[in-house]
């Protein structure tokens, strides 16, 4: 028998090459299974789940845990599977699923914070970084707080539905640093600007939301469309009851659609570019600066005798209410085109310093109204010194009282119910190049005087009234003065027309009560009167006129006379005066005068002589 021991080392090294079948493989084995550790699989390379020298699932560039092979952004560890997804534009979880109503803050700084459930549940957010709030859509009822010193970013992202904020009963957002909210729905919510804080609202919508101002605050909404359900407004928020300081607001490229009140409270406001619609007011404010804007409902201005209120290019439309301006250093208007629609007074200015109204057009569409367009009141001011350059009145005039200095130069007034402009008190009255055509008084409710004065109605005792190259045709009285009355301190008119002006009781033209009245270079014509003084009236002034010529002037009867001038008291001093003859004669005799059996006189051609109520010499 063959002895083994001498094969032994053989043997040994076949079982090292070949193992006996059933004997579980080592680590590390090369035996083209799959156990774990091996290294020996279809790849060749060390990719398994255990994560040792011969299992690695590959490289991390990032370092967020996620390997190279399963990281669909192996360069931004905010990127992995299974990270939460945030409303930015990137897929953050490695699922490409979409980003709806999802709500996140992006700081300046890098990174993201997931707001949605915070927002979804009505929580406090404070943001006290620079960076963008964005939302994917949604509706979000959440408070956001912007610090002081931080300035963010509100918005909708691009293919998204707008979000909306709202609707909620508690305070929404509140800002003290700066927050831009951009493409938003705001829908019943209030809004703090805290002190020093600034919001610009831009390309969103305003629905029955409410603004609240405190001091120094800033506000701008731009392509806005702001609609009032509940009451939305913009208002200043008093600091412990103190308002101390005025609060900026810029409306732009914006639409105000049926606001009940949209601006209440101590506010510097710029209007611009913008479009007050359907029935609503503007609101009280401070200051205004109004400009190439349309405005369908009214407008308060309410200064410190410091501000003021500035109008460019804008077409107002009133209905049952009118807009005012009052304590105010400087009314500067220019390009208005205003209409009241059913005879409301449109503008009533008061304490300002001073007023200028130029190229502007104001019309009353129901011209029956006993409303002026305009109103002046000077009670309360030292004076207030108002010019009216290139301006057009269709339905009704200007009313002026107190201490109000008032020029007028190049002016239309037609068509108007209530005296075209009439003046009570007021400290002086210049009218220059101007015209009145058809132009009536108000009705008597009081005195005589209430309805006097077709064209002007002026009570200025101690103070002057000056009117210079202008016409007063076709307007008629109720009672006294179809074309002018003028009751106490002096009256010059030079260079004046007066034609077809008609009164129900007598001055066809004029009628003056008192005070010293002068006339030069001027003419009466066509005018007539029932009681007398087709052309001139005198009860109690100290009248002169030069040169001159009333043609064609008359009386209601034949038995009344005095066509041209009636005197019932004061002087009328004729100075080389035209009173015509033939068929310009006026009927049916020039002068009568009431004392005693009174009497009258005809004069033929240039004339002068001095009238009283005894007769003339």
């Given at each position: ?13 076949l079982?090292?090459?070949f193992?006996?079948a ?7 084995d ?9 290294d ?10 255990t994560?040792?020298?011969?299992d ?7 370092g ?33 699923d ?23 549940n009505?929580?406090d ?19 956001l ?12 992202a ?10 909620a ?13 951009e493409g ?13 804080g600034?919001?610009?609202?831009q390309d ?5 939301a ?8 800033i506000?701008e ?9 509940n ?5 200043a928020?008093?600091?412990d ?26 506010m ?6 913008s479009?007050?619609?359907?029935t ?41 209410g ?26 009533g ?6 007023v200028s ?8 569409d ?14 309360g001011?030292?004076?207030m010194v108002?010019?009216?350059a ?26 108007t119910?209530?005296s ?15 015209t009145?055509?058809?132009?009536e ?8 005087f209430?309805?006097s004065?077709?064209?002007v109605?002026?009570?200025m ?32 008119l030079?260079?004046?027309e ?6 129900d009781n007598?001055?066809?033209a ?19 009167a029932m ?9 109690g ?26 005197v ?30 009174g ?19």
């Amino acid at each position: 028998m063959r002895s083994l021991i001498g094969s032994f080392p053989l043997l040994l090294a076949l079982l090292l090459l070949f193992p006996l079948a059933g004997c579980p493989p080592t680590l590390g084995d090369d035996d083209d299974t799959t156990s774990a550790g091996d290294d020996d699989d279809a790849t060749g390379d060390d990719d398994d789940a255990t994560g040792d020298d011969d299992d690695s699932a590959g490289p991390d560039a990032d370092g967020d845990g996620s390997p190279d092979a399963d990281d669909c952004n192996d360069a931004d560890p905010t990127v992995y599977p299974g990270a939460p997804e945030l409303c930015d534009g990137v897929d953050q979880n490695c699922v490409f699923d979409a980003e709806d109503n999802l709500a996140s803050f992006l700081p300046s700084a890098g990174g993201g914070i997931d707001l949605t459930e915070a927002l979804l549940n009505n929580e406090d957010i404070n943001l006290d970084e620079d960076g963008t709030v964005q939302l994917c859509g949604g509706s979000w009822v959440g408070h956001l707080v912007v610090l002081a010193g931080a300035d963010v970013t509100i918005r909708g992202a691009s293919g998204y539905p707008i979000p909306v904020f709202g609707p909620a009963s508690n305070i929404a957002m509140s800002v003290a640093g700066s927050a831009t909210l951009e493409g938003l729905e705001i829908d019943q919510i209030r809004l703090d600007v805290r002190r020093g804080g600034t919001v610009v609202m831009q390309d969103g919508v305003l629905t029955g939301a409410q603004v609240f101002m405190n001091p120094t605050g800033i506000l701008e909404l731009r392509r806005m469309a702001v609609s009032d359900q509940n009451g939305s407004y913009f208002i200043a928020q008093l600091n412990d009851g103190i308002d101390e300081a005025a609060r900026t607001v810029l409306i732009e490229d914006t639409v105000l659609t049926d606001m009940s009140y949209a601006i209440q409270g101590n506010m510097h406001v710029t209007f611009r570019d913008s479009e007050l619609a359907g029935t609503s007011n503007l609101g009280q404010m401070q200051d205004l600066l109004l400009e190439d804007s349309s405005l369908s409902g009214p407008f308060s201005v309410v200064g410190d005798g410091t501000t003021s209120a500035v109008i460019r290019r804008v077409t107002s439309t009133v209905q049952g209410g009118s807009s005012s301006l009052s304590s105010l250093a400087v009314v500067a208007i220019d390009e208005l085109d205003a209409t009241s629609l059913d005879g409301s007074t449109i503008l009533g200015i008061s304490n300002a310093a001073t007023v200028s109204i130029e190229d502007s057009a104001f019309t009353n569409d129901a011209p029956d109204s006993d409303r002026f367009a305009l109103g002046f009141d000077g009670t309360g001011q030292t004076e207030m010194v108002v010019t009216l350059a290139r301006v057009t009145f269709d339905g009704a005039g200007v009313n002026a009282v107190g201490p109000t200095s008032l020029l007028v130069s190049d002016a239309d007034f037609s068509n108007t119910g209530e005296s075209a402009l009439r003046a009570s008190q007021t400290h002086a009255i210049g009218v220059i190049d101007s015209t009145f055509t058809d132009c009536e008084s108000g009705v008597q409710t009081g005195t005589a005087f209430d309805a006097s004065g077709g064209a002007v109605n002026a009570t200025m005792p101690g103070y002057t009234f000056t009117m210079t190259d202008t016409t007063i045709s076709s307007c008629h009285a109720n009672y006294y003065g179809g074309g002018l009355f003028f009751n106490g301190g002096t009256l010059a008119l030079d260079n004046v027309e007066f034609d077809g002006n008609t009164a129900d009781n007598r001055g066809g033209a004029v009628l003056m009560q008192s005070g010293t009245v002068t006339i030069a270079n001027s003419s009466f014509t066509d005018g007539s009167a029932m009681f007398g003084g087709g052309g001139l009236t005198n009860l109690g002034a100290t009248v002169t006129v030069t040169g001159g010529e009333f043609l064609r002037n008359g009386t209601g009867s034949p038995n009344v006379w005095g066509g041209a001038i009636s005197v019932g008291g004061g002087t009328v001093n004729l100075v080389n005066v035209d009173l015509s003859a033939g068929a310009d004669d006026n009927t049916p005799a020039d002068v009568d005068w009431t004392n005693g059996a009174g009497g009258h006189m005809t004069f033929d051609g240039v004339t002068s002589a001095v009238c009283t109520a005894d007769g003339c010499n």
